[in-house]
């Protein structure tokens, strides 16, 4: 109980982990809710303590398997909605599909708004998400939605660091207004990496706007995926005469050959946030450069003020 109304959380099996600290922080035992799976696959819950008259709140990122993880949180909330919950948020740190936002040529989907569609229709009152990776997501859904951010957490984290000739890199041109907010938490200049892809995950560096010779770089992004735009941006950061170049994201999807590349780039560190689990087991054997920091307190304290109906936009 948390002031009045009853609050419960759950999650699917996505990032169990995160969900637990957020129910820490929240001050709330983590819902009873078990995920199974019949035998040709399909997906089976089994919510195992009354909801009805509830403020519940649904943990889960859109991460690999991402359909499972997608099928998982729709069945979750058809789940609590048919057991009376009085409202059900549903909490996304990553949302899946935020790449496909827009046709970009004809007869592609918008798939990043079909999944608002199926979370609406299955039954979320709120969606919760984090850093999405196009802000006109937010105009996708027809139910209230908040968007956190970890950037507080990422400069706290540089500012430990007492970068005093620092530069804050943004990876491409559409990443300028997430640079540019760091940059002015940590008091820095910013630059821009100029580049074309010449197909789905590849790209080349064409230009650096910006001054990086003899200062400390600091690229920020909303997500590592295969590694290809940050590791090839920290070379050309360093031909351009950068001392160090630093990485940092919300969202560490590593993809593919990701954390081989990291581990052998010129990058020094690479922070990322829990978002989305990252396996200890895969850094094995890779260069301690991964430093990953937790947004349970940022979604927590989220979660407090949704339930108690005070401002979520305080918490920026």
């Not at 943990?59 to 409202?87: F, H, T, W, Y």
Request: charged share 25%; net charge negative; hydrophobic share 45%.
């Amino acid at each position: 109980m948390v002031d009045g109304e009853e609050l419960k959380i759950f999650c699917g099996s996505a990032n169990r982990e995160l969900a637990e600290e957020i129910a820490q922080y929240v001050g709330v035992s983590l819902g009873k809710c078990e995920v199974s799976r019949f035998s040709d696959g399909e997906i089976a819950i089994s919510i195992s303590e009354s909801v009805r008259g509830t403020n519940s709140f649904l943990i889960q990122p859109l991460c690999g398997p991402i359909n499972d993880s997608i099928m998982e949180l729709l069945i979750i909330v058809d789940a609590l909605r048919r057991a009376s919950v009085k409202s059900l948020n549903v909490v996304v740190p990553y949302y899946a599909y935020a790449r496909q936002d827009r046709k970009t040529k004809a007869r592609d989907p918008i798939t990043a708004k079909l999944l608002a569609d199926l979370i609406t229709a299955a039954g979320a009152t709120r969606v919760v998400a984090m850093d999405l990776h196009a802000g006109q997501i937010q105009g996708f859904f027809n139910i209230p939605l908040d968007h956190l951010t970890a950037l507080p957490i990422l400069a706290k984290y540089f500012k430990q660091k007492n970068i005093e000739d620092g530069v804050v890199v943004s990876p491409d041109l559409g990443g300028v207004t997430r640079a540019r907010d760091l940059a002015h938490r940590l008091s820095l200049p910013i630059a821009i990496i100029e580049k074309k892809r010449p197909a789905p995950n590849q790209t080349e560096v064409m230009n650096i706007i910006g001054e990086v010779e003899g200062k400390t770089a600091i690229f920020i992004d909303d997500m590592i995926d295969t590694a290809g735009t940050i590791t090839l941006g920290a070379e050309a950061l360093k031909r351009e005469g950068a001392v160090d170049v630093y990485a940092c994201c919300t969202h560490p999807v590593f993809s593919g050959p990701a954390l081989r590349r990291l581990s052998d780039s010129m990058i020094k560190e690479v922070v990322f946030t829990n978002s989305i689990p990252v396996d200890e087991g895969m850094l094995k054997g890779l260069r301690d450069c991964f430093r990953p920091l937790t947004v349970a307190p940022l979604i927590g304290e989220a979660v407090i003020r949704i339930h108690e109906e005070r401002s979520v936009s305080e918490l920026f």
